[in-house]
């Protein structure tokens, strides 16, 4: 990998350093159920990574149901505050986690989710979560447009103190294909671990795919080996 030194890591949250993405389908069927529709992986993989409201569009247009996406976040505002609490973080994610820690890389999150929903979803992590220096969420005033837009890793990385340099010495890790848009439209290295569901082609503008999280290579980046 021809990469320049990496300085800093931006993390998305959703799929990737959680397990949410099976409850957001457990919630998102129970709402949609009702009006004899099936939420299914070609409608969500869609949605992934986009702000709240941007993702429940998609799906009011997508599965044609008689509400609006403002309707809908309503609906399942209630239902997704019981169930984020239940998220476990994913495999190898401590292991990266504290690899770059030990190394004293800067780490912050960049998530398309609400605030009040990144909140609720790290709430039995949160000292674990305490390792990373800030995170910018979808809702956050400077975040003008969600990804594919780059606002919200142009954001996450100017609030590194100090700033991050360059963007070119920032390493990305995400599971969604408008994540990974996101960061390369910020000029950052991206290393995608998408779900195993995913079309192999909707990878294919990620630097570097990984199955989890466990098989990342801190060497294939000119990083120190694990210890």
């Given at each position: 990998?021809d990469?320049?030194?990496?300085t800093h890591?931006?993390?998305?949250?959703?799929?990737?350093?959680?397990?949410?993405?099976?409850l957001?389908?457990?919630?998102?069927?129970?709402?949609?159920a009702?009006?004899?529709k099936?939420f299914?992986?070609?409608?969500?993989?869609?949605m992934?990574?986009?702000?709240?409201?941007?993702?429940?569009?998609?799906?009011v247009d997508e599965l044609?149901?008689?509400?609006t996406a403002?309707?809908?976040?309503?609906?399942a505002?209630?239902?997704?505050?019981?169930?984020?609490?239940?998220?476990?973080?994913?495999?190898?994610?401590?292991?990266v986690?504290?690899?770059f820690e030990?190394?004293?890389?800067?780490?912050?999150?960049?998530?398309?989710s609400s605030?009040?929903?990144?909140?609720?979803?790290?709430?039995r992590?949160r000292?674990?979560?305490?390792?990373?220096?800030?995170v910018?969420?979808?809702d956050?005033?400077e975040?003008?447009?969600?990804?594919?837009?780059?606002?919200?890793?142009?954001?996450?990385?100017?609030?590194?103190s100090p700033?991050?340099?360059n963007?070119?010495?920032?390493?990305v890790?995400?599971?969604?294909?408008?994540?990974?848009?996101?960061?390369?439209a910020?000029?950052?290295?991206?290393?995608?671990v998408?779900?195993?569901?995913?079309?192999?082609?909707?990878c294919?503008?990620?630097h570097?795919?990984?199955?989890?999280l466990?098989?990342?290579?801190?060497?294939?980046w000119n990083?120190?080996?694990y210890?």
């Amino acid at each position: 990998m021809d990469s320049k030194r990496i300085t800093h890591v931006l993390f998305d949250v959703d799929g990737l350093l959680l397990d949410t993405e099976a409850l957001y389908t457990e919630v998102t069927q129970e709402i949609v159920a009702p009006y004899g529709k099936t939420f299914d992986w070609d409608v969500k993989v869609k949605m992934m990574g986009r702000p709240p409201i941007q993702s429940s569009q998609i799906l009011v247009d997508e599965l044609e149901l008689p509400i609006t996406a403002e309707e809908y976040l309503q609906i399942a505002a209630e239902r997704f505050a019981a169930a984020f609490p239940r998220a476990n973080l994913m495999p190898g994610v401590e292991k990266v986690v504290r690899y770059f820690e030990t190394n004293a890389i800067p780490m912050a999150l960049a998530t398309g989710s609400s605030a009040i929903n990144y909140e609720q979803k790290i709430s039995r992590h949160r000292e674990f979560f305490k390792i990373f220096t800030h995170v910018v969420a979808g809702d956050d005033p400077e975040v003008k447009a969600g990804k594919p837009a780059p606002d919200v890793y142009l954001q996450a990385a100017q609030r590194f103190s100090p700033p991050s340099p360059n963007p070119g010495n920032v390493l990305v890790f995400e599971d969604a294909p408008n994540g990974i848009e996101a960061a390369r439209a910020a000029g950052m290295w991206t290393v995608m671990v998408p779900d195993q569901r995913m079309d192999p082609q909707l990878c294919k503008n990620a630097h570097s795919v990984i199955k989890s999280l466990e098989d990342f290579n801190p060497t294939e980046w000119n990083l120190p080996p694990y210890k």
